[in-house]
């Protein structure tokens, strides 16, 4: 019988495999923040919510105050500016470049430089782009990442080719979003709800973000106010409290025509009960919600039938 063992030997080369002892000695840098208290750098993160509920919105607005180090409604605040890149798929570039100007009008604080936000748009592109599920898409894109922070995807329906209901065909791109964390990069998906008003489709793109953030529509809603949504951190990795309480936004356009957020407040109670009723939508069993809220299953009970 052939010796396989220098053949084992070689592949266990190429693995990193410091022991517990030598792993808390390494010079590893302490993780900053592109956006705190939710967005760290390697972070990777989703914004969801309904179609024109303004998530393209509060998308540009992110990127302003990433790219700008200054303050986002005055709960978020990025410590530094940074470099981001904002893929689009979906909008003409004249009104990507009206609500990236607005965003830009709207910051609070912080130097904006000339080259700290890059956009990569579809419909600049002569052929399109090519799916970022997909290796030449991503090669693609990647000579603009180099010097990057953060790169938002706007949004994953557009940018991407696979089944969304298909767990399996979320693998490539996912293995995309590893490699861009082991880069050093940060990336925020733009999403969005279906009609239970959960993330529409494979629940399997939520295993390795590190935040979640569902845009929902008031129940007291009136469209004639303008956008207003309250926005729900459903995943929220290494921040809670105050910081990971539900909170609404309404949205306009100020009058130097920059984009103006008046933040408002949640009751907590009804947020998990809206919560509720949205994983009833879409056939989470009751074991499931009361697992998903925290809540015990006759909890669970008394808000679906409320």
């Not at 604080?109 to 748009?121: M, T, Y």
């Not at 000579?143 to 706007?154: E, Q, S």
């Not at 309480?245 to 933040?263: E, H, K, M, S």
Request: glycine letters at 12%.
């Amino acid at each position: 019988m052939m010796d396989d063992a220098p053949f084992r030997d070689a592949l266990a080369r190429r693995l990193v495999a410091p022991t517990m002892a030598e792993f808390e000695t390494m010079p590893i840098p302490p993780r900053e923040f592109l956006l705190a208290p939710w967005l760290p750098r390697q972070g990777l993160a989703m914004l969801y919510g309904p179609r024109g509920g303004g998530k393209t919105w509060l998308a540009w607005s992110i990127a302003m105050a990433a790219a700008s180090g200054s303050e986002l409604f005055g709960k978020w605040a990025a410590p530094r500016p940074g470099r981001v890149v904002y893929v689009d798929g979906e909008l003409p570039a004249g009104v990507i470049r009206d609500r990236s100007v607005q965003a830009k009008r709207g910051r609070t604080g912080g130097e904006l430089a000339p080259d700290a936000v890059r956009i990569i748009a579809a419909d600049m592109q002569p052929d399109g782009l090519r799916s970022l599920d997909s290796a030449e898409g991503q090669r693609d894109l990647d000579p603009y990442l180099d010097d990057a922070d953060l790169v938002i995807f706007d949004n994953l329906s557009a940018l991407t080719r696979c089944r969304e209901n298909e767990a399996d065909d979320w693998g490539p791109f996912q293995g995309y979003l590893l490699s861009l964390r082991r880069r050093g990069l940060s990336a925020l998906l733009v999403h969005h709800a279906g009609k239970g008003g959960q993330q529409r489709g494979t629940s399997r793109r939520e295993d390795v973000l590190d935040t979640v953030i569902a845009l929902r529509k008031p129940q007291d809603h009136d469209p004639r106010d303008g956008a207003a949504f309250e926005l729900h951190f459903e995943k929220a990795r290494g921040f809670w409290g105050d910081d990971a309480a539900p909170f609404g936004l309404r949205f306009a356009v100020g009058g130097d025509g920059g984009t103006c957020w008046t933040v408002t407040d949640v009751d907590a109670g009804e947020a998990q009960r809206s919560k509720a009723r949205a994983m009833k939508a879409t056939g989470a069993s009751v074991r499931d919600i009361a697992a998903a809220t925290g809540s015990g299953k006759s909890t669970v009970h008394r808000w679906l039938a409320g």
